[in-house]
């Protein structure tokens, strides 16, 4: 018999145990159990080195991104230390799927909610989920749905269909519209848009580049108006839509060397 490894992720732990325990009593399911997202890439990354990785992660959409312990006046001083909680934490359920959908692509997962919600149950499947599940659904479908996404199915409440392919149509209208704006741009014009996307301003551009600042400066003013917004964060949030990334920060071109970066 050929076991399931699962993986339940939730803040809550008493509904996470509980949970566990329940697919547990399955004979082909093995099953543990996380708090949070940095223990649940712990258990990912643990059991992916052990060679017995998970199959299917269960994550909790509002799942809570973890908080440094405050220790009361006059108490031990036994805080967690800064630097055990990972900068980048996940928001939420839908931010740990959509990283591991490039951490651990072999991982199926599938997102667990209070409530029904068209808008999240579409950005958890544009992140990489494979289904939404109702929170107080029957063991029986939830097994069915962890059995069903390994056999690469998507799944869905029936009365969420209409409104996630609602969701998803604007979405790709909006990306479309973003992407056409982008390629109007001129090759450098893209290039000074990822360096605005990775955060970068005029004089790390102009550096970056080699340009002069007030060239710089004419060149972002031009990517605002191609791309019809008024400000740099408007401009990142199109590019994001249009799929544009960020120049890689750490790469350092060679002194007096002209860098071509790559075009989406």
């Known amino acids: 018999m050929q076991r399931i490894r699962v993986l339940v992720v939730d803040d809550h732990r008493i509904f996470a145990e509980s949970l566990a325990a329940a697919l547990a009593a399955e004979q082909d399911v093995d099953v543990a159990a996380a708090g949070s997202a940095p223990a649940a890439l712990r258990n990912l990354d643990r059991a992916a080195t052990d060679g017995r990785r998970f199959d299917v992660l269960l994550a909790d959409a509002d799942l809570a ?5 405050v220790p009361a006046q006059g108490a031990a001083r036994d805080a967690v230390p800064r630097e055990a909680v990972p900068r980048a934490a996940p928001r939420d359920g839908i931010a740990l799927v959509s990283g591991l959908r490039t951490s651990h692509p072999y991982l199926r997962t599938v997102v667990l909610a209070d409530r029904d919600d068209p808008r999240r149950a579409a950005a958890a499947l544009q992140a990489g989920a494979s289904g939404w599940v109702a ?10 749905v962890i059995r069903g996404v390994l056999r690469d199915e998507t799944h869905l409440p029936p009365a969420l269909l209409t409104g996630v ?5 604007a979405a790709r209208k909006h990306r479309s519209e973003s992407e056409r704006l982008v ?3 001129t090759p450098r014009e893209r290039e000074v848009l990822r360096c605005m996307v990775a955060g970068l301003g005029r004089k790390a551009v102009a550096e970056r580049l080699f340009l002069s600042p007030h060239t710089v400066r004419t060149h972002m003013q031009n990517v605002l108006g191609k791309l019809g917004v008024h400000s740099t964060l408007a401009a990142v949030a199109l590019a994001r839509r249009a799929g544009v990334g960020p120049v890689e920060l750490e790469t350092a071109a060679a002194p007096g060397s002209v ?6």
């Open 65 to 69: 991104a973890p908080l440094l312990a």
């Open 135 to 144: 929170k107080d659904c029957s063991l029986s479908r939830l097994l069915a």
């Open 165 to 169: 392919l609602r969701e998803l149509t």
């Open 183 to 185: 390629e109007s741009l």
């Open 259 to 264: 860098t071509s970066l790559p075009v989406p």
